[in-house]
């Protein structure tokens, strides 16, 4: 009896450890598996890189560059572009200042003219060492059926010119870039894309700020949110030496930063209803008479900063405009009491 159950036992401890080598062995092929499968995955996307790289060498014309546009920025009377961010036209128009660029739709748009100019001059003459044949059955191969910008420039004989520009392109600094005239693709400069995925807060111009020196300063004030107004004026000693406080050299010239907003509307959401800081520079400005003479007129600037934004810099304004930037601390520093 006694040698019947161990055997009973035996078999049993034989069958466990079958099922756990069966389990072991399932486990180790569907990692042998998986592992298998992402190798050909990683392989089968290298050999696609790599036809791509080597379609980018068969089609370089020996380092000969071509021409890919003719026309220059004189000749272009509107943009229209679409990036990533927005839809955007501008059209060139006459002025008492000279030719300037408006937004098409919203006329007081603050435009930055000499960013248009900079978007629509990477269009300009341009040129290529890679020619790639496209037809509408490959411009997914490139990025170019849901581009990442499409442009369409006018010029002004009323011609227009259309562009996308798909993915980048492997082993190049370059982008792919779709001629629709002409179904042409080639690799452009990197340029053109950063050019036209510029954010609609960088077209915008900022305000002129006014520049001074410390001797046309007459006085600064600094008032800090709950507490008294600190007034910075010069010193004249007996012997006419006149000292001017540091924090005049400061308010020589604002720097106001890069701009947040530039039409708001609710400025309680950056704490400048209410601001942190309020600095107000007084100072003398050298201006016609309207007879040929100069004469010295009084002129003020304010800046508030507001709160701090997630990067531990300030929402700032000056003189109580509608735009809101962003003040580095280090230049708010300057201006706060210590």
């Given at each position: 009896m006694e040698e019947r159950e161990e055997r009973i036992k035996r078999l049993k401890r034989l069958k466990r450890k079958r099922g756990l080598t069966?389990?072991?062995?399932?486990?180790?092929?569907?990692?042998?598996?998986?592992?298998?499968?992402?190798?050909?995955?990683?392989?089968?996307?290298?050999?696609e890189e790599e036809a791509k790289r080597q379609e980018e060498e068969d089609n370089k014309i020996n380092g000969e560059e071509l021409t890919v546009t003719t026309f220059a920025l004189r000749d272009v009377a509107a943009v229209g572009y679409t990036n990533e961010e927005n839809s955007y036209r501008f059209v060139r128009t006459e002025s008492d200042k000279g030719d300037i660029w408006v937004r098409e739709g919203e006329e007081d748009f603050p435009t930055k003219n000499?960013?248009?100019?900079?978007?629509?001059?990477?269009?300009?003459?341009?040129?290529?060492?890679?020619?790639?044949?496209?037809d509408g059955a490959t411009l997914s191969e490139y990025g170019l059926e849901a581009p990442l910008v499409s442009v369409t420039i006018t010029l002004k004989d009323g011609t227009e010119q259309r562009f996308r520009v798909g993915?980048?392109?492997?082993?190049?600094?370059?982008?792919?870039?779709?001629?629709?005239?002409?179904?042409?693709?080639?690799?452009v400069a990197e340029?053109?894309?950063?050019?036209?995925?510029?954010?609609?807060?960088?077209?915008?111009?900022?305000?002129?700020?006014?520049?001074?020196?410390?001797?046309?300063?007459?006085?600064?004030?600094?008032?800090?949110?709950?507490?008294t107004t600190i007034a910075y004026e010069p010193q004249t000693a007996e012997d006419g030496t006149v000292t001017y406080p540091a924090i005049f050299t400061d308010c020589?010239?604002?720097?106001?930063?890069?701009?947040?907003?530039?039409?708001?509307?609710?400025?309680?959401?950056?704490?400048?209803?209410?601001?942190?800081?309020?600095?107000?520079?007084s100072y003398t400005e050298n201006v016609a008479?309207?007879?040929?003479?100069?004469?010295?007129?009084?002129?003020?600037?304010?800046?508030?900063?507001?709160?701090?934004?997630?990067?531990?810099?300030?929402?700032?304004?000056?003189?109580?405009?509608?735009?809101?930037?962003?003040?580095t601390a280090a230049n708010a520093a300057k201006y706060i009491p210590k």
């Open positions: 069966v389990l072991v062995l399932v486990v180790l092929l569907a990692g042998l598996g998986g592992g298998y499968y992402a190798a050909r995955q990683y392989r089968e996307k290298k050999a000499s960013k248009i100019e900079s978007i629509i001059f990477s269009l300009c003459g341009l040129t290529s060492t890679t020619k790639i044949a496209g993915a980048k392109a492997p082993y190049s600094t370059g982008y792919y870039l779709l001629q629709e005239e002409t179904g042409d693709i080639w690799v340029s053109v894309y950063k050019q036209f995925s510029t954010t609609e807060m960088k077209l915008v111009q900022e305000e002129g700020f006014p520049e001074t020196t410390q001797e046309n300063i007459t006085k600064v004030e600094v008032t800090k949110r709950g507490e020589e010239k604002f720097i106001a930063g890069t701009i947040q907003e530039y039409r708001c509307t609710d400025f309680a959401a950056y704490g400048l209803e209410d601001p942190y800081l309020t600095v107000k520079v008479d309207g007879e040929g003479n100069t004469v010295k007129e009084d002129r003020t600037v304010t800046l508030e900063l507001g709160d701090l934004t997630v990067s531990n810099n300030y929402y700032a304004r000056v003189n109580g405009t509608s735009f809101v930037y962003i003040m």
